[in-house]
């Protein structure tokens, strides 16, 4: 297999490798089996390869962590398939480096630490408070000082001044989640999975991007989140 760059940088992430199912190894393969399904972005190629998504699950479920397969982290959610964390990034990114982003639904932060390999900020927001503490101590024990994490409802209103130039939204909205859309620079995109009007059980991967004179819609793979709930837990 190629050699990937490294984008951990100098954070010292060798010292969770593990072997076996935790290995750099099993990493790799995940990496390869995400490119055979379609993912081209060799950046966020590099950092699918970088991030130790086995931290982010119970070690009874560490040796799943590199199959790409949604797991679950308790509450209720689930850690999202690496397939469309990464399809999700490439869609941030299109293929640009990424000043700020804004994630609404930390969950383990793994997506927030994939993120945070690709963008010089990322704010993250999570609504269940007991998945912020245990996220919170990942992305530090990974050294990731460029992330924001926060306990609240992502899609209640936000600091009116923050604009980014990337809004992914982690969990299944039934309707465009509008108020975020102010938070867009324009040529920004908003990746969220919404559902196929009354019926909330198919959702899309939908990119909503502002142009100069609005916002423009387009609708692509076909996905199953968690839903997005009001309010705090
Ligand atoms: N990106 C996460 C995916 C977590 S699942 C990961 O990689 O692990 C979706 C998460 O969205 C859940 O943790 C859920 O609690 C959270 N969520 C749902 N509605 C929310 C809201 N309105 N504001 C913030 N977080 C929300």
Known sequence: ??????????????????????????RARMVAQ????????????????AVPRHIFVEESLASRAY?????PIGY???????WVVARMTELARQGKKLRSV??????????????????????TVERIGVLVAKARRHLRDLKLTN?????????????????VDA????????????????????GGRMVVPLAEEGNPERQRLTVIERTATGFK???????RFVPLLPGTA
């Open 102 to 123: 804004l994630e609404i639904g930390s969950g383990s932060g793994y997506q927030t630490a994939v993120l945070a390999l690709v963008a010089d900020r990322v704010y």
């Open 1 to 26: 297999m190629q050699k990937d760059k490294d984008l951990s940088g100098d954070r010292d992430w060798d010292r969770f490798n593990g072997i076996g199912m935790t290995s750099p190894r099993a």
């Open 76 to 82: 209720n959610q689930t850690i999202s398939q690496p």
């Open 217 to 223: 819609e387009e609708t692509l793979d076909p996905v």
């Open 34 to 49: 995400l490119r055979e399904k379609g993912i081209h972005d060799e950046t966020v190629l590099a950092a699918m390869n």
């Open 167 to 186: 809004i992914v939204v982690t969990a299944g909205a039934t309707a465009l989640p509008e108020a975020l859309l102010e938070h867009l620079e324009i």
């Open 147 to 163: 992330v924001a994490i926060k306990h609240g409802d992502g899609s209640a209103t936000m600091d009116e001044l923050l604009q």
């Open 67 to 71: 199959d790409n397969t949604p797991l």
